[in-house]
């Protein structure tokens, strides 16, 4: 299973060219876009009484959140869970995607283990890892990292594989001794593919960590989205679920989109 | 049998080949330093193969290919250094032009304190000193080829391969570039080794020009220019020379199917 | 030579998780012993029982699946015929590519409490956006390179779709359908689990998990792997390479 780069695009929204014309459609279409999922929820909301709360009584929730310390608790701990996952699985899954592009047996090696581990079931990782290391944070963790690394490797590695290798000639001829040839010469075009891979990483690192609590943790985000469904408060699942998509996807925009601007600065 | 001290590269019994498929049968050259070289192939001539080999990239399946007394495959620390200009540019797109040079000055023997000197030097002879601070990006294809030669001079190197540095260029930039070229020759007094398609070129760049068969290929034949320096382009001599030139090789790069009949 | 060797290394590799398996089962009490769940295997694949509880779940995902090709496509077409609706649609492609399928799961079972049509609901909501985006920027790319090509040679619309359009958006449509295959396997078991289906993969490892039976978790988990593995490179790939044998 390989969710390959072409997923890259779907992280980022359509960017058209200001024009006059090109502002209005896109107000004009965002008000669409609003407009017509609060009318579908609305509707929901109507006619699943009571198991989909109303908009307004969402909002009502999501104020209570806002202003509560229990959600900014849950908050904090849950992106730090996230931030520990994501890096870990970034640099894991980035150097041995970095190894099975370069080397054709080490592709051998772990491309069939890596098919496998893509296959095996998100909560089937978050389970085996609790037995393995009870319920603390440690199995939350390898679970987050087992799931995401091989979606970072599989970007990176073809990444790898499509490099410049007139790069590499060129290194060569002129003796840059090879670890100096890696930093100045690899790194830098694995950069796109570095950023879309840590765009990935991190989409994938917040929506599953949701799951992973809500199986394996007693707080965190996710755990408290899971606890309010058990008692059927269905606006508190909805509208912790809103604001923390919010907050992550302001997140990625402003971490990740400032960090893209800086990186490829060269390219202008 | 071992080269003069002025051979700085000797190629003698080189053979390559894939597998069981010969990209060159036998090959024997010597350049001398301070030489001009062309070499003029047809297409399927072995040629990457060649240059692959003379350059290091690749080891010999069998013969010699010696660069200043030295074997050149692996050479470890003591490998001498060469310098490339290839098809394309090969420049670093993340590094501005200057940073470019100094990669290459920091594997090679230039002292540190003259890297500077050495590169506005060679930036003027190329005429691109004022693109010092910028980037590739932002240069036309000849000014990128203009750095990449400059690279190419500045780490001091044994000689100099050309891959059909101008190939990818327009005619005029081409133009300028390759007068240029003989100029930079003459007052550097670098080895170039030129690989070329283009006859006319190499008859206006080189001394020697060495011909190959076409693939598996050997030397057909080493052709000396006979026309003093410095040449034009449009020269009617150089025109003379391509037409001998074309007249020794057609029958040794084969003739196209329609003639082939005619002569059968 | 090149080629069987790596094979070799390959089927090694794959072989090495037997021992590991086995020293995992000695030093811990959650890993069961890998000849026991060996000889449950013929028992266990012969019972209707667990071909009908694979069947529900693969019903799911190909019901799912063939409504996010659906509704991708559509999605992908409008958005490459007009501007707005491109603008209007990008934000639900948005919308149901940010939401994690266990709260897409959570909402299914409080709008369907429980009926089939949820689970499929689900793998559908999931799937779709990565079929819209990965088709739309096929489409994109072929107004880019084939407008010309087609007004030169005058092709009708038909043949144009038939001869030019989709060879040209194939690559798209398999990259595209791999994408959302992989993602509707991973949905499931979350959505089954997460959506208290009775039936099913996710129910079966849920509930065999619950009462410790390890041996059944292996089981459904070898199972499961197989399956997955089965359609994308048995049936996905092998299809895609037919598509594209012209390639060589």
Known sequence: MTLSTSMQATTLSPRPKAGTMDRNIRILGAILAVASLFAIWTTLSITVRPWVPTPYDTVLAMGRHLTSQGFYANLFLTLGRIAAAFLAASVIGAALGIAIGMNRKVEAFFQPLLAMALAVPDPVFIIFAILALGTGEAAGFVALTLAVAPFVSNIVRSSVQAR?????????IYRIPSDKAFWVSLVPQLVPALLTAARFSFALSWKLVVVVEAIGQPDGIGASIFHSFRLLRMRDVVAIAILFILLMQLLEKGVLGRLEKRLLRWRQ | MTGTSDTVLKVEGLQVSYGSIPAISSLDFEIKRGEFVAILGPSGCGKSSMLNVISGLLPPTRGVVEVDSRPLYDAGRHAPKLGYVFQAHRLLPWRTVKQNLELVLAASDVPRDQWEDNIDRLLDILHIGQFKNS???QLSGGQRQR?????????EPSYILMDEPLSTLDEVTARSLRQELSGIWARTGATIVFVTHSIREAVYLADRIIILTR?????FENYHVPIARPR?????????????IIRRVEHAWGLDPIKQSEVA | MQKENNLIISICAVLMLLPIWWIAYRNTNFIADPFVVATALPHFLSQADTWSNIGITLYRVVLGLAGGVVLGTLAALAMNQNKLAEQVLSIYVTTALRTPSAIAAIMALAIFRGAEIGYIVVVMFITFPFMAVGLRDGLKSADKDLAEASQIYRLGSLRYIRHVLLPFIAPFIFSALRNAHALAWKVIVVAEIFGAARIGFGAQFDHAWEYMQMVEVHLWLLVFIAIVLFVEYGVLRVAERRVFRWRG
């Open chain 2, 215 to 219: 693939g598996p290929s050997t030397v």
């Open chain 2, 232 to 244: 034009a382009y449009d020269d009617p001599r150089i025109a003379e020379v391509e037409a001998d």
């Open chain 1, 164 to 172: 410049d290798k007139g790069l590499d000639e060129m290194t060569r």
């Open chain 2, 147 to 155: 750095v990449s030669i400059a690279r190419a001079l500045l780490v």
């Open chain 2, 135 to 137: 980037w590739p990006m």
